[in-house]
């Protein structure tokens, strides 16, 4: 056989071929590409997540499916395109855009939204219905009827909406009926909507103004963006694969991990022929002697997730080391207290909230000048180019998006029956926690980053009522209301838009900038679409399964539907009752919210003033977040084999080893979405199939 020759393809021929066709960012096939992945993946999603009960699609900083479909659309579709027939690849503006649709197009699936808001409207009534409390509770709230979905607030044959959603519609009734559920969905659904556009356009606005700060003038690192910048990169012309791709390092990283997931998805299959891979470990057996008997049991109990170990490489060395030293730092007050025969309440919400607030002090602190050119650009008239941003549009009009989207939502509330100044609270701290995560991500990388301090947490401490029903007027009932059902709807979520639009703000300012309202009009498409996909989805899901189609046969979404909307009931009739005011008087919370704050205080004074200072405030306000639980020994294993590497290979090595963690976190990243595709085949067969979770998502 002769020599394999590459297609010569010339420089000047390339860049004039690009020219002749347009191959600009925002392309009519890039846009219907990214349609098109939205759409999948906001169809399959809540199939996979509630149904098969497989790896999560959606969930965390790094959203399985969409990095999934990226990478399929990538291997299989453009890699062929730029070997054979370069004029017709993607390049990568094109693969930008559609990443970009992809990931905020992640925010409104299953654990994004609509895990939480649909099974919220109808478990408050499916509990009321076994609970006098909660209907005289709801008959005082007198909630306007578009609230809820039709025949949800009176009894009649239009309970079917509510029932039917936890049992399913009955085999006997006719096909027409789970079209006819919709209409009882139609007052929601226009009802809500004003609420999310509002959320949704303040988060964009302030996604761009934060971008613009933290991309230019902080110079936030964005670890994740790292891998998806590496994903969006063009081949050199008639090459396979870009440079990352096509690496060694790459490819053993890749297969490595790879290597180790199909041994622990075939040993689910074949349990006597394939071994597994043990990457979990338990000290209980040992720590059974005081004082190591106190520590809490998840600390000596862990599993190790190769995704984070990669994702950790790419992260400051001192705030890899402050996510997990803090972890153990946690544990010290609680030994000695108990070792010594006294008790302690180790008060995570207040400790946590008081990190948040200096934190978000902090980041208001670091950008006060941009901040307050943008706040005077809202009110004065300056030239347009001395207000462009470089990759959207201008901060007058981002300032405004936050603004008059801020407005629409709150006013929402207020219409819905909560009083003004509890409203205004309500999305000012909504904007604040998801700001403030999301500069989490954008500093540390934490896949699946979320905070015990949250708003249904503060408005019960900030608002309670002198106690018992008589002396309780119906503006406080509502503020606790929506404080506990609106607020927890997102009170430990991962999935903020705010982190995806931050990110693709990140990867569009270098691959793809100047695309103005465009790409505005881009996202608002990819929500819409993600939105109504992700909704008919969900519903079909709820009204056609009452359980899994895995062998543990649990309840569709029986973690939230059992829990969210009791949760929130539950606190409303304390409220009512008194009870919430009496149990805030036995405890003092401000104490430690205060003592957090002023630590936090010092260690951001510390690592700001001294550049040896060894801890960074994100320890302490992450320590007790759910996935710092299940994730901090795979942390510390990340931290350390990237100081092993810089501290004996120096710079010149951790280039070079770069790529293998790239490998690394897309090999995690395939074998979750293959065996999420292996388990929707023998399903669709009528196989049995095993649950091959890989990656932590739960919040417990």
Not at 532 to 551: I, R, V
Request: glycine share 8%; charged share 10%.
């Amino acid at each position: 056989m002769g020599k394999k020759t590459e297609m010569p393809v010339r420089r000047a021929d390339w860049d004039s071929d690009l020219s002749s066709v347009r191959r600009r960012a925002i392309s009519a096939r890039s846009v219907s590409l990214g349609a098109l992945g939205v759409l999948l993946l906001s169809a399959f999603a809540p199939f996979n997540d509630l149904i098969l009960n497989g790896s999560a699609m959606i969930g965390g900083a790094l959203p399985i499916g969409a990095t999934f479909f990226f990478v399929c659309l990538v291997l299989l579709i453009n890699a062929p395109l730029c070997r054979f027939r370069p004029r017709m690849a993607l390049r990568s503006g094109e693969l930008t855009v559609i990443l970009i649709m992809l990931l905020v197009g992640s925010a409104i699936p299953t654990r994004g939204l609509m895990s939480m808001w649909p099974a919220s409207l109808v478990g408050v009534w499916h509990h009321a219905a076994e609970r006098p409390d909660y209907r005289l509770a709801l008959r005082h709230l007198a909630l306007p009827q578009w609230f809820w979905p039709s025949g949800a607030a009176e009894p009649g044959p239009t309970e079917s909406v509510i029932a039917w959603f936890y049992s399913r519609i009955p085999p006997d009734e006719p096909a027409r009926t789970q079209i006819g559920l919709l209409d009882h969905w139609l007052a929601p659904l226009v009802g809500w909507a004003a609420f999310f556009t509002g959320l949704a356009t303040a988060v964009i606005g302030l996604s761009i103004i934060l971008a613009r700060q933290w991309i230019y003038n902080e110079r936030l690192p964005f670890p994740i963006a790292t891998i998806q910048l590496a994903l969006v990169e063009s081949p050199p012309p008639g090459r396979w694969l870009n440079r990352t791709f096509a690496s060694a390092a790459f490819l053993i990283g890749a297969g490595l991990v790879l290597g180790i997931r199909l041994l622990d998805g075939l040993h689910l299959y074949f349990r006597t022929h394939v071994p597994a891979v043990a990457l979990s470990y338990s000290l209980r057996d040992i720590f059974v002697d005081p004082p190591w008997s106190y520590v809490d049991s998840w600390l000596t109990a862990q599993t190790i997730y190769p995704l984070v170990i990669a994702m950790t490489y790419f992260v400051s060395s001192k705030i890899a080391l402050s996510l997990w030293a803090f972890v153990l730092i946690s544990q010290v007050p609680g030994m000695i207290m108990q070792s010594s025969g006294s008790s302690m309440n180790p008060h995570r919400g207040e400790i946590s909230l008081g990190a948040m607030l200096i934190f978000a002090m902090m980041i208001g602190y670091s950008g006060r000048h941009f901040y307050g050119h943008v706040a005077r650009l809202m009110v004065t008239r300056t030239p347009a180019e001395q207000t462009e941003t470089r990759f959207f549009l201008l901060f007058r009009t981002a300032g405004w998006m936050i603004a008059g989207g801020a407005i629409l939502a709150a006013g929402w509330l207020i219409t819905a029956g909560m009083p003004i100044f509890p409203a205004i609270l309500l999305i000012v701290a909504f904007l604040l926690i998801w700001t403030v995560m999301a500069a989490v991500v954008a500093h540390s990388g934490l896949l699946i980053c979320n905070s015990v301090a949250t708003p249904h947490e503060w408005f019960s401490r900030a608002f309670t009522n002198p106690g018992g029903l008589s002396s309780l007027n119906l503006g406080h009932l509502r503020t606790q209301f929506f404080a506990q059902f609106v607020g927890g709807m997102w009170a430990y979520n991962s999935d903020h838009l705010t982190v995806y639009a931050t990110h693709s703000l990140k990867i569009a300012d270098e691959r793809a900038p100047r695309t103005g309202w465009r790409l505005i009009a881009v996202v608002a498409l990819a929500l819409l679409l993600a939105f109504g996909a992700s909704f008919l989805s969900t519903l079909y899901c709820q009204y056609t399964y009452a359980t899994t189609a895995d062998a543990s046969h649990e309840l569709v979404n029986g973690e939230i539907i059992n829990g969210q909307p009791r949760w929130a009931m539950d606190h409303v009739v304390r409220t009512m009752r008194g009870e919430l005011a009496a149990g805030r008087r036995n405890q003092s919370s401000w104490p430690w919210v205060t003592g957090s704050a002023l630590l936090t205080g010092i260690l951001a004074a510390g690592q700001l003033r001294y550049a040896a200072w060894p801890l960074h405030p994100i320890g302490l306000l992450m320590v007790y977040s759910f996935p710092i639980r299940r994730i901090w020994f795979s942390l510390f294993l990340g931290w350390v084999i990237k100081a092993i590497v810089v501290r004996y290979g120096g710079a010149g090595l951790y280039k070079k080893a770069t790529p293998f963690f790239i490998g690394a976190v897309l090999g995690e990243v395939v074998a979750a979405g293959a065996f999420a595709l292996l388990a929707f085949v023998l399903w669709y067969f009528g196989i049995d199939y095993q649950v091959a979770n890989f990656l932590p998502t739960s919040q417990y």
